[in-house]
């Protein structure tokens, strides 16, 4: 989402890189093309001029120590600033006991609400609680269906009724989960295309007849000032309690993130990663502002990793990588892992310095397939010694994933190259990052895979021109 931005942020530091010291006239220039950046992002005008206020006065006359440049100090300078913007952290959702919690979910229609609705049921259910969601939108057409269709792939109870009054089943529901002894009730109310009086007032009464203990406000950050507005609007009528933006692995600015706590005073809880019902991830002001500035999220990779990888299994697979017999079926495996992690390209957005390299990459889960085909065509001695893979196993494999030879190759090679990597790094010590994933995930691997994914991609495309020109010729 904030590529833009980083670029621009990164534009701004490299300028102030060859200067001796931190001056008003630097720092006037710099914050001039920062507030042109955060204004294009779609940031609320009054919160880019105080940002921009409180940066100049933080870096006004701050010393820059020996060891460092003013580009990083001004670094540190924003980032506490953009942390400050957006914070403090608060994802803590506040249970009642005895139960249920009601939580109610409110905001514009198409921004999210119903799939929001199941990942945070889906959130509280591995957290230990036991959740019922409540169909309460009666107004837009096959809501209720939708829901019910998304509790049943995450194993999660809905409870919904055919009738049009919103305020009846809402209490019908928490009646329910309370003879029922569910922990959490999570109430999916209607939404609007635009906010009107009627929709206000219904929100207003459901929440009047139900006293939630939290109500959290839905917001597509992809609609950038429309959604603070919004926001602003729920916020005078309900009471919010945070806010959830939906939509933040999309193409837009960013502005939402940026402004919709200094507009509503209210904290951002959860933000929604993808479409996937487990991709809503608790929101770290601190680990935002640091991939908005291109230095990546290092904290969020390793709970990712840790998420996916046995201490156990980490631990043999620590020995295999000093032995140098790490085999396809363990790059396999952690393949798959870096799949349930969010794919290659959320992962290295999320490592200090790749960011800029993502448009070059753009991998997607057609090269894990790919890649994955080739090697579930190998025999299970190929995967264990891939030394003997030769031109005619080559040429088998690849018929078997249905790919060129030289893909099978190509894989191959760079397989090798990160076995090699891996023993060297095991025979020695981890250090900085390394160390956070030896023995599970690797960031060798990771780039291995990185590379193999675009040579294929690039194959793939000579191919798709090669079979264009012939078309043309004929």
Partial sequence: MFESLTEKFNSVFRSLAGRGRITEANISDAMRDVRKALLEADVNYSVVKNFCKDVTAAAVGAEVIKSLHPSQVMVKIVSDELTRLMGPVDTRIYFVSPGPTIIMLAGLQGGGKTTTAAKLAKYLLARGKRPLLVADDLRRPA?????VILGQQINIDVYSEDSTNSIRVAKNAVRHARENDYDVVVLDTAGRLHIDQEMMSEIADVAKAINPHQIYLVCDAMTGQDAVNSAKEFNERLELDGVILTKLDGDARGGAALSVKAVTGKPIKFVGVGEKLDKLEEFHPDRMASRILGMGDVVTLVEKAHEQF?????EKMQKKMAKGSFGFDD?????????????????????????????????????????????QSMTTQER??????????????????????????????????????LKALSAGSFGGLKSLFAGGFNMDTLSAAMGAGRKIKQRSKRKRKIMRRGKKRR
């Fill in 331 to 375: 790059f396999l495996k952690q393949m798959q892992a870096v799949k349930k992690m969010g794919g290659i390209a959320n992962l290295a957005k999320m490592m200090p310095g790749m960011g800029s390299q993502m448009a070059d990459m753009d991998l997607d889960e057609g090269q894990f397939g790919q890649m994955e085909a080739i090697v």
């Fill in 384 to 421: 264990r010694a891939p030394d003997i893979i030769d031109a005619s196993r080559r040429r088998r494999v690849a018929a078997g994933a249905g790919v060129e030879p030289n893909a099978v190759s190509s894989l191959v090679k760079t397989f090798k190259r990160s076995r090699d990597m």
């Fill in 310 to 314: 046995d201490r156990e299994e980490a």
């Fill in 143 to 147: 809501a209720i269906e939708q829901l």
